[in-house]
T-cell receptor
Framework: DTEVTQTPKHLVMGMTNKKSLKCEQHMGHRAMYWYKQKAKKPPELMFVYSYEKLSINESVPSRFSPECPNSSLLNLHLHALQPEDSALYLC?????FGTGGADTQYFGPGTRLTVL | EDQVTQSPEALRLQEGESSSLNCSYTVSGLRGLFWYRQDPGKGPEFLFTLYSAGEEKEKERLKATLTKKESFLHITAPKPEDSATYLCAVQFPEGSYIPTFGRGTSLIVHP
């Protein structure tokens, strides 16, 4: 099973709201990722967690706050977002990250976020 | 300069008309090259990982090949349900290990 699940599928929020995106995988993967994707563009990496520790933060604004409660779960907490943050937010996982081999990523279906 | 370049940007085929998509990269060597299929509004679906020049992998009507500086995704006798954006990503041997994505090829197969 190569399934990554994400909730919710769609989210509409105002600029003063606080919301969270959730991601889950049960493949035993030790690396999890958050990506942002705008229409007709490739996914853009935001964060990488490896063994539940934040490995990479791609200079993402602090209004996005990731959390990895355990090896199967990844959250993205959202606060005071801007309309330009509207996008498809993708979660992915891989067996490992940066250990020397190729890290095949498996993506979830995404959360379509609209900020009003 | 893009490190990973996909061509063409868009491709329209008739059902049954075989063709190839290209993914080229500027750095010699790689840890892995990945192909994904993405439908509108959905997450990328993993297709193949290629590791070294000369490697080939197949799945139904798709076949991925790898040389030292590029990969091809061959689509044989495509069907309308093959319509999607095909993304290539490369994990380079040096640097941060973050895969670099190409901009994708949008494929439309007409019945």
């Amino acid at each position: 099973d190569t399934e990554v699940t994400q909730t919710p599928k769609h989210l509409v929020m105002g600029m003063t709201n606080k919301k969270s995106l959730k991601c889950e995988q049960h493949m035993g993967h030790r690396a999890m990722y958050w990506y942002k994707q705008k229409a007709k563009k490739p996914p853009e990496l935001m964060f990488v967690y490896s063994y539940e520790k934040l490995s990479i933060n791609e200079s993402v604004p602090s209004r996005f706050s990731p959390e990895c409660p355990n090896s199967s779960l990844l959250n993205l907490h959202l606060h005071a977002l801007q309309p330009e943050d509207s996008a498809l937010y993708l979660c992915a996982s891989s067996l490992n990250f940066g250990t020397g081999g190729a890290d095949t990523q498996y993506f979830g279906p995404g959360t379509r976020l609209t900020v009003l | 300069e893009d490190q990973v370049t996909q061509s063409p940007e868009a491709l329209r085929l008739q059902e049954g008309e075989s063709s190839s998509l290209n993914c080229s990269y500027t750095v010699s060597g790689l840890r892995g090259l990945f192909w994904y299929r993405q439908d509108p509004g959905k997450g990328p679906e993993f297709l193949f990982t290629l590791y070294s020049a000369g490697e080939e992998k197949e799945k139904e009507r798709l076949k991925a090949t790898l040389t030292k500086k590029e990969s091809f995704l061959h689509i044989t006798a495509p069907k309308p349900e093959d319509s999607a954006t095909y993304l290539c990503a490369v994990q380079f041997p040096e640097g941060s290990y973050i895969p670099t994505f190409g901009r994708g090829t949008s494929l439309i197969v007409h019945p």
